[in-house]
């Protein structure tokens, strides 16, 4: 079971990454409006210049 | 929706307008149901943006407006409202109408491949909101702004850019304890799941010692942050010496970290911190929720702030007192200075405190003072900015602009005592007594087991102290309210937070004022004397003007015949000759001076007037043949209304600017007493009786006029209808959209059906605390238990509010 003593900290280091990443979409904004992304991915792409 | 209904009957599906899938009139040769859908098509289409017809989700008929938004451009707006980017670039910020589905949110967002020069715009859709950015050099806000009309998104200046600032700042700081506290529950389910797993299957002292150490890393720094919110309020509380349900809740969770902290350390005794960590996550969850929702209410309250006008038709140069000549341009309302010439058309309010330089029209003053009859006015008349004018365009010399004017003036006292005394929650009134309950239980069982041993006695009350916490008593309300305050929305009633609901649960005084909310707000024909056949006379007399007694002739009758020779004499009548008759019609004096009358007629005149309506002579080839009673009617749902508010336990007043003897005729229809009903009241005499009734209860103000608005500060809760004045709905503490009294009854209802579902769940969290209190004080408690039964006390909270039958 000692490895359990390496993981373990490993883990809730990861964890904690996760929760910097968090932090740091809600402070760049990404979060502020939630009604509107998930509609745009319904855009097509530009359609390429005809001709 | 509209797609399958049409598909369910064939007769609509054979001619549906291309663009909004209603059906196409008869008669109509087109494949649109009407010029604005023809229109926004068209617009659409030119710019090769059919993709909007395929991702569109639900579609309704489109409106555009012919305005060139040259107010836009003007220095004064743009130093307001636009912003420099270091690119080069300019921002602004646009309120748009109608923004409902991926289409809309496609079709604005591809303005830059429409418009050269536009750089960038983003749709925020919760917020109806578009952010744009463009070229200075290339195109002009002007441009985008009669862009987005032509779309069918009808643009306006977006004014809480810091309001919105301020509450982002709140949303993001609330969402990183959210993400904190999740990160931390999550984690230390999974080591108590071990630690759990260790008691049933044998774990060695060390692995159990690190779990837990691993434990109080991750819940300390974890919750210490998380719960900041809680200890911020309950310290706030203290200082202020007032009870709030942070307070037991703090305690709870310091005690909870405190000790569990002190047991990993000592090594032995038990450690809550899986159940404490899912307490703080399921309480931020609720209050992030709340706040979305109250977000969601005022920002449909402030889109309304919005559509009110902020541009005025300025006259620039040599003024001549013909008023067909000279051409208005659009400025916004803060480019306006006294002195200038402003002119306000048919329908619109008006903009400045002024005097009348040319034209002579009707002024509906009831949203200032409550008067329901139009005045008249002629050149030299004073007028108020927040009047609408009725009748014929008037060109007004503007001597008080923005704060000076006598609106302006309302608002500064408005906002001097709408900071209500905040109310004693039911909540925060019950936690008061738990904090009490609690600590004297604990500190009983502090003493009762340290006659044993006081390890024992400090592990039992601390027990106490975390088993207890009144997680469930927290989430109740919230969620409650939640539930209500979006049914409540769905249903057309905006409600600006959660203090406005327990204000009107609880019934008191509740003062209506006329206009608007118990009668139409229209003038109508009520009663008719004489020749029935004179009405249609009297219609075709009138079919021309736009005087809202002209309209109610109108709509009494249809015309007779097509009228000629129409003479208007504003403030006085009409005169035409229709079917080869002379018809006047008119206020009876100036009938009178043309035309006979009878003792009988005479007799008729005084009665009508009497009973608060307002008299008008038919004359008829030089005999008055017929008079007219015109009033407000009374709406079809009042009477039930006010029967159901008395029902529920409310004293329904009648308080209104009107004339006396209109309120009278109004409270005797609806069977409200004479004693109840006060006519004439200024704006201060309003707040005088409520403030005078606040004494005695609850005081809630309906009302939609900026006379009722400082009524509305000054009440318990203030109650705006649709159609308010800007000031009313900003007094308010809800607003319905539709101006009936009847919704007024259904908010009150739901109000208290809120309360009712908020107690059950009060009966249903203290019910659990007392099993757990019992446990622990009896030394019985166990973390297994204290884990199970926490989220399980919540689960039956989130059930019971969800059953709820508020605003069903």
Known sequence: MSVLYLILPLALAIAGLAVGAFVWTVRSGQLDDVDTPPRRILFDDEPRETR | ?808
């Open chain 2, 1 to 808: 929706m509209n797609a399958a209904r049409a598909a369910d009957s064939p007769a609509v599906a054979e001619a549906s307008c291309v663009h909004c899938s209603l059906p196409v009139p008869a008669g109509r040769r087109s494949a649109f149901c009407c010029a604005g859908c023809e229109v926004v098509h068209g617009a659409i289409a030119a710019h090769g943006l059919d993709q909007f017809y395929r991702l569109r989700e639900a579609s309704a008929p489109a409106h555009t407006t012919e305005h060139d938004y040259r107010e836009l451009d003007d220095p004064a707006f743009q130093r307001l409202h636009v912003r420099g980017g270091n690119d080069g670039r300019a921002h602004a910020s646009l309120y748009l109408e109608d923004l409902r589905c991926a289409a809309c949110v496609w079709l604005v967002e591809s303005a830059p491949r429409c418009l050269p020069g536009v750089a960038e715009v983003r749709v925020d859709l919760g917020r109806s909101r578009a952010d744009v950015s463009w070229d200075p050099a290339a195109t002009s806000l002007a441009a985008i702004a009669r862009h987005f009309d032509r779309i069918g998104h009808i643009p306006y200046p977006y004014r809480a850019l810091d309001r919105d600032a301020l509450r982002r700042r709140e949303d993001r700081a609330l969402l990183v304890k959210l993400g904190v506290a999740g990160a931390s529950v999550g984690n230390l389910m999974l080591l108590g799941i071990a630690l759990y797993a260790g008691l049933f299957g044998g774990m060695s002292w060390a692995d159990t010692s690190f779990f837990r150490w691993v434990s109080m890393c991750v819940a300390v720094p974890g919750l210490g942050f998380a719960a900041t919110p809680f200890f911020r309020t309950a310290l706030g509380a203290l200082r202020a010496r007032r009870l709030h349900l942070d307070l037991p809740l703090s305690i709870g969770i310091l005690a909870g970290l405190v000790w569990g902290s002190a047991n990993v350390i000592r090594g032995v005794g038990e450690i809550y911190f899986d159940s404490l960590a899912m307490l703080v996550f399921l309480l931020l969850v609720a209050r992030w929720i709340v706040l979305r929702h109250q977000r969601r209410a005022s920002t449909a309250a402030e889109l309304l702030l919005s559509l009110t006008p902020s541009r005025a038709h300025r006259i620039d140069g040599e003024h001549e007192t013909d008023v067909a000549i000279d051409v208005p341009i659009d400025v916004p309302i803060e480019a306006i200075v006294p002195g200038d010439l402003v002119r306000v058309r048919v329908g619109e309010v008006i903009p400045v405190d002024g005097v009348v330089h040319a034209g002579r029209s009707a002024i509906d003053v009831g949203l200032l003072t409550g008067e329901s009859r139009p005045v008249d006015v002629a050149p030299g008349a004073e007028l108020h900015a927040g009047t609408l004018n009725v009748a014929a365009p008037l060109d007004v010399r503007a001597t008080a602009v923005g704060e000076l004017t006598r609106v302006g003036k309302l608002v500064a006292s408005i906002e001097a005592m709408s900071a209500k005394a905040p109310i004693e929650r039911l909540v925060d009134r019950i936690a008061g007594r738990f904090v009490v309950v609690v600590s004297s239980l604990a500190a009983l069982t502090f003493v009762g087991w340290s006659l044993r041993s006081v390890a024992l006695g400090a592990e039992c009350a601390m027990a106490l102290l975390i088993v207890t916490c009144p997680c469930a008593l927290a989430l109740a309300t919230p969620l409650a309210v939640t539930v209500a305050l979006g049914r409540a929305a769905r249903r057309g009633v905006l409600i600006k937070g959660a203090d406005a609901l327990e204000r009107l649960a609880t019934p008191g005084t509740l003062f209506v004022d006329k206009t608007g909310t118990l009668t139409a707000g229209e003038l109508a024909v009520v009663s008719w004397r004489g020749d029935l056949g004179a009405a249609a006379l009297a219609a075709a007399a009138e079919a021309g003007s736009n005087h809202p007694i002209a309209r109610a002739l109108c709509a009494h009758s249809e015309p007779a015949a097509p009228a000629g020779d129409v003479r208007e004499e504003l403030g006085r009548g009409i005169r035409a000759r229709v079917n080869g008759r002379d018809v006047l019609v008119g206020a009876p004096p100036w009938v009178g001076q043309s035309a006979r009358s009878q003792p009988a007629i005479d007799g008729w005149i005084a009665e009508l007037a009497e009973r608060g309506e307002t008299p008008i002579a038919i004359a008829c080839n030089g005999v008055i043949v017929a008079v007219a009673g015109l009033a407000d009617p009374v709406r079809p749902d009042a009477q039930a209304a006010l029967a159901e508010l008395a029902r529920l336990g409310w004293h329904v007043r009648v308080l209104s600017g009107d004339d006396v003897r209109v309120v009278e005729r109004v409270g005797a229809a609806l069977g409200v007493p004479r004693a109840h009903c006060q006519g004439a009241a200024s704006p201060e005499d309003k707040v005088t009786a409520v403030v005078a009734a606040r004494a005695r209860g609850p005081v809630v103000m309906v009302g939609d006029g900026v006379n009722d608005a400082a009524a509305m500060a000054a009440a318990s809760a203030g109650i705006a209808v649709s159609g308010a004045a800007e000031i009313a709905i900003e007094a308010a503490d809800v607003y319905l959209r539709s101006p009936s009294i009847g919704e007024v009854a259904a908010t009150a209802a739901g109000a208290q059906a809120t309360l009712t579902t908020i107690r059950r769940n009060l009966r249903f969290s203290l019910a659990y605390n007392l099993v757990a209190g019992a446990l622990a004080i009896s030394g019985l408690i166990h973390p297994l238990i204290a884990a199970a039964v926490m989220p399980l006390s919540s689960l039956t909270v989130l059930a019971s509010s969800l059953r709820s039958k508020a605003f069903r």
